[in-house]
């Protein structure tokens, strides 16, 4: 997750938490829960470990990139890697039978290669249910952000072979860490994209039961056990935050927290609501969802090199991506017989 920037640490939010005012088509809702229970822990762990090991073998970006006097406690560009965990998501979506195509922008300084597996849907194929999470990082990033590319890898292995009314599409963002460059370039190249629903993973397996190990985000409280996943939308995004609230309340597999910031979420009360890859697709008046852990509003280990998988919580992370999967197909419409 992009670190705040000084402008931002101090801002009071005007959000609320939405109040659900949806209800869930029961055979829909059997057929997404059903196929939520195929995540499986092991899995996650595992590509966690591989992908810290990639970001551990890599080369980090020149440090000469960046401008003298850059503040390197909030954001270490020294220690940025994600050659090897791009190729590792590559390797991992091809070996499921996915087709893996780039979205590639040359820069003399910061290129940037998004990686884009999908799988068309059978009726409904111009609209679009979207799974998105960078793979760039800090030093080892487990949490940030290895644990939302393996969410993300785990429900492309559970999409791959199956049938959506909806097309289902899974992207690897390059640079989220340098200012959301790979998803800003993204938007910018496909404006005209018929997104129903999306999930951007940034920051998901960090979880802590200690009272106080949740910090209020400025302006707004939060209760005080950081144990829960934050799910975080727009105005436009207000209709899937609340199915997923609900999916998460009959399905039970996390507890939930839905926040809903004021109209595209790019008022001055909302900086610390737009720091990941979700956010470009907010202020093209796209659809998205933020999930997140809350980053260093809870977990003392972000951007650190003490952000390693022995701190992270499989069991939530499990939860999240059973919650995550629930909702991609309830939105997509599968699978089907």
């Not at 487990?142 to 049938?163: C, I, T």
């Not at 399905?251 to 979420?265: E, K, R, Y």
């Amino acid at each position: 997750m992009r670190a705040p920037s000084a402008v931002l640490l101090g801002l009071a939010l005007g959000w609320a938490a939405c109040a659900t005012h949806v209800s869930l088509e029961e055979t829909s809702l059997a057929r997404a829960g059903a196929f939520a229970e195929g995540v499986e822990r092991a899995r996650l762990v595992a590509d966690i470990d591989a992908l810290v090991a990639a970001h551990a073998e890599d080369t980090p970006l020149p440090c000469d990139l960046f401008e003298p006097g850059t503040d390197s406690t909030r954001r270490p560009v020294c220690h940025l890697t994600r050659d090897r965990a791009r190729e590792l998501v590559r390797a991992r979506l091809e070996s499921l039978g996915l087709r893996v195509t780039t979205h590639q922008v040359d820069d003399p300084r910061f290129p940037t290669t998004n990686l884009i597996a999908e799988i068309p849907g059978t009726e409904l194929p111009g609209e679009v249910v979207l799974v998105g999470a960078h793979y760039d990082s800090f030093f080892l990033g487990a949490d940030d952000n290895s644990s939302g590319v393996a969410a993300m890898l785990e429900l492309a292995r559970l999409a791959a072979g199956q049938r959506f009314r909806r097309t289902v599409r899974f992207i690897g963002f390059d640079l989220e860490e340098l200012g959301l460059v790979g998803s800003t370039r993204y938007v910018r190249a496909f404006p005209d994209e018929r997104i129903v629903a999306s999930l951007v993973f940034d920051c998901v397996g960090y979880r802590s039961q200690e009272p106080g190990s949740q910090k209020g985000l400025p302006g707004f409280p939060l209760p005080p056990r950081g144990d829960f996943l934050a799910a975080i939308a727009n105005e436009a995004s207000r209709p899937q935050v609340e199915e997923l609230k609900l999916l998460g309340a009959r399905l039970q597999h996390v507890a939930v927290v839905a926040i809903v910031t004021p109209q595209d979420g790019s008022g001055p009360a909302s900086g610390n609501l737009m720091r990941s890859d979700h956010a470009p697709f907010w202020l093209t008046g796209q659809n998205a969802l933020f999930l997140t852990d809350t980053a260093n509003f809870r977990n003392p280990h972000y951007h650190l090199a003490s952000d390693v998988p022995d701190t992270l919580d499989p069991d939530f992370l499990t939860g999240v991506t059973r919650l995550s999967a629930a909702g991609i197909a309830y939105w997509a419409e599968g699978p089907l017989p």
